[in-house]
Each structure stands twice: as C-alpha cells, then as structure tokens.
C-alpha cells in the first residue's frame, strides 16, 4: 500500500488557477474511477471536495474541479482564495476494499 | 445535524492497548460502511482500517493487521477500534469518517478526531 505521490507544495495568487496531480499504480489511480480529493485545514476535520474522480458534494463551489488521465488524478482550483489555503489529500481504491491516500499537498495562496 | 464525534484517546505505553469510539448521530449508521485514519504529527492522512454495514467485511492497513481490530455496534450508533501491543509509530490523531455513497471511498463525514500518544 504505497501512499498516491503528490507534490508537497504548490502556490498560487488569488485568482489564480492551482493544480495538484496525484500520481498512483496501475493497481489503484489507473484501475479505479474512484478518487476523492480533501480539504484539511488545520483544527478542523478533513472535508469531502471531489469524489468518484469528478463529483462534487453539494455545497461545493464549481471552483474545485477533478480529472484523470492515467495513473494521475487532478485536482484543479480556479479563482483562488484566501480560504482555500490548506492540505489537499487524494484518495482511491487500492483493491480489496482497501483505501490509499495520497502524502498531502499544501497550497498557499500569496 | 450528521455528527461523529470520538472519544478514548490519550496517553499509552509501548505495548499497551487503547479502545476507540466513535458516536454516530443524525444518520441511519447502520446503512454505512465506517472508517478509522489517522494522523501522525507532521505527517499526511493514512488509512488505518474498514468496516461493513453489517460487520461481516472489516479490512486493515498493514502497519496495523493483527494488532488492531474494528467493530460497530449498529443498536449504539458507534464504531470501535481496539488497538493493541501499541509503538509509538501508532501516535497521531485517529478520525473516523463515514464511506458515502460512491463505491469507492468517498469519507463524506468525519469526526474532530482523538489524540493518541504513545511514549513511556
């Protein structure tokens, strides 16, 4: 159970656009069309954004959006704000009902 | 309001045991696969262990097969994590979070968190 690779860090300015790739194996990201993608903030408990690779929980705003091509999701914020600065996880299938997070990205917006 | 809420973290020492709760409210908790992840300090979100609605499926992250062991009890609203001959590597912020209703893990509900240390 490797951990999905995700790069530590990534910035942005406000209104700015953001992605985070999300890097696995053929035996999760390639096989599954089910990754999610959270919101941690510091304090608080993580935060459903993108599940299903695509979806987008209600009360999400549409300036959170996911895709995949391959082994690598991604996770893209446009219209950056201040509050989106936080750790963002992926998270998939691994087979066998086990789960695999991804090591977390912080976003910092400038 | 959809709550979980968890209890009976704390301080522990290497090799000894802990149970964790995790008190469900405001949804039918027994139509729900459950969760536990953890977070150790300075570190990302791991998956520690699942378990079935019914409790007949109940799967574990390597690092803990064999020394820990996840229950529901579906008439008390609450999901258990019995963690046992405990290392330090075990130290971090336990969550449990609600599997939605995608097939693939989708934890659109998750706890505060219980703080567990393991140190002599």
């Known amino acids: 159970q490797s951990a999905l690779t995700q790069p530590r860090s990534v910035s942005g300015s406000p209104g700015q656009s953001v992605t985070i790739s999300c890097t696995g194996t053929s035996s999760d990201v390639l096989t599954y069309d089910y990754v999610s993608w959270y919101q941690f903030h510091p304090g608080e408990a993580p935060k459903l954004i993108i599940y299903d690779v695509i979806k987008r929980p209600s009360g999400v705003p549409d300036r959170f959006s996911g895709s995949k091509s391959g082994n690598t999701a991604s996770l893209t914020i446009s219209g950056l704000q201040a509050e989106d600065e936080a750790d963002y996880y992926c998270c998939t299938d691994a087979g066998s009902y086990m789960v695999v997070f991804g090591g977390g990205t912080r976003l910092t917006v400038l | 309001e959809v709550q979980l809420v968890e209890s009976g973290g704390g301080l522990v020492q290497p090799g000894g045991s802990l149970r964790l709760s995790c008190a469900a409210s405001?949804?039918?908790?027994?139509?729900?696969?459950m969760n536990w992840v953890r977070q150790a300090p300075g570190k990302g979100l791991v998956w520690v262990s699942r378990?079935?609605?019914?409790?007949?499926?109940?799967i574990y992250a390597d690092s803990v097969k064999g020394r820990f062991t996840v229950s529901r009890d579906n008439a008390k609203n609450t999901l258990y994590l019995q963690m046992n001959s405990l290392t330090g590597e075990d130290t971090a912020v336990y969550y449990c979070?609600?599997?939605?209703?995608?097939?693939?893990?989708?934890?659109?509900?998750w706890g505060q968190g219980t703080v567990v240390t393991v140190a002599s």
């Open positions: 979070a609600r599997d939605g209703t995608s097939r693939g893990p989708d934890f659109d509900v």
């Open positions: 378990l079935s609605k019914d409790a007949d499926i109940a």
């Open positions: 405001g949804f039918t908790f027994s139509t729900y696969w």
